[in-house]
DNA sequence: TATTGTTATACTCTATAACTATA
DNA sequence: TATAGTTATAGAGTATAACAATA
């Protein structure tokens, strides 16, 4: 709570050295190469993540993709609208709670989203290459551990 | 260009091994305490990021600082129509340009930026705090890197 | 009563196009 | 002609509230 307007001009920093700066800038910069790459899948970064999701294990209702992503459940909406009707995943009805859409990938779905998830890692991978193997991995812990780890006291 | 299907499930990623979802989740993460922190100020980060534009060097066009920023100059007409209005900055003619608005931080503006911009550092350190000194050095060096290098062959 | 998916609605951030005043 | 700021407008992404079907 320290509210000291002790120093001059000299205090200012560069947006450079901001770390939500470089948080905002550099996922932007990713996204834009990874969504120029996928173009011709035509899916975006943000429907690749949710396919991701999918793909990646037992079967999932709408509300848990979309909560994995960290949106909400009337986001999923429109994206499983627009996937669904691309002819990437399906949605069922849940057997044991009839209220629930499980969410599949058709054998369409599923082969895009293999090719498609090779061309973004390879994005990453040119993305993050200046840094090094060890710098990218350590930059992935580093992430990681702020993602994972809340602060209480603000 | 590797389009290779080639193997099962075992390729799907977590979210948490993707660099775009960790980019993207520590800077909502971060945004949100850094929001909630400067809420006492009547401003967001976003106001503080073109604040520290404003007040880092020499006399700023809206332009110059929405090109700082990466938003484009449309966006600025708003967000300093609101600092305009809570007196935090002025907009003024250029003297050689009466095209250009020199935008310039107010009394009032300057004393409480440089508050809120000690509450925003206080926050970073809190969020990046579990890195340890060394840990988030690393982080800022290398999103500085991956910022500033252009990936030219996607 | 509570929950899942849905719709309607609104708010923010962003960008494009056209206008004005200056250059 | 070109540029800085502005306005109008539209498109994403997000969220809240209310509804139908189901639990």
Redesign the interface.
């Known amino acids: 709570m320290?509210?000291?307007?002790d120093?001059g001009?000299a205090?200012?920093?560069?947006?450079?050295?901001?770390?939500?700066?470089?948080?905002?800038?550099?996922?932007?910069?990713?996204?834009g190469?990874?969504d120029?790459?996928l173009a011709r899948f035509g899916i975006t970064?943000r429907d690749l993540?949710a396919l991701?999701?999918i793909?990646?294990?037992k079967a999932r209702s709408q509300q848990e993709v979309a909560g994995?992503?960290?949106v909400d459940r009337t986001s999923m909406v429109a994206l499983l609208d627009a996937l669904e009707q691309a002819g990437i995943v399906v949605r069922r009805p849940s057997e044991g709670d009839r209220r629930r859409n499980v969410i599949e990938l058709t054998k369409f779905g599923r082969?895009m989203f293999?090719?498609a998830?090779?061309?973004a890692?390879?994005?990453?991978k040119?993305?993050?290459g200046?840094?090094g193997d060890k710098?990218a991995s350590?930059?992935?812990r580093?992430?990681?551990?702020?993602?994972?780890?809340p602060?209480l006291?603000?």
Chains 1, 2 share one sequence.
């Open positions: 320290s509210s000291r307007a120093s001009s205090s200012v920093r560069y947006p450079h050295e901001v770390l939500g700066y470089l948080l905002k800038h550099a996922h932007l910069a990713l996204e190469y990874t120029a790459a970064s993540g991701r999701v793909a990646g294990g994995v992503l960290g082969e293999l090719d998830e090779q061309v890692l390879a994005v990453e040119d993305f993050a200046i840094l710098g350590d930059l992935r580093s992430l990681r551990a702020l993602v994972a780890s602060v006291d603000v």
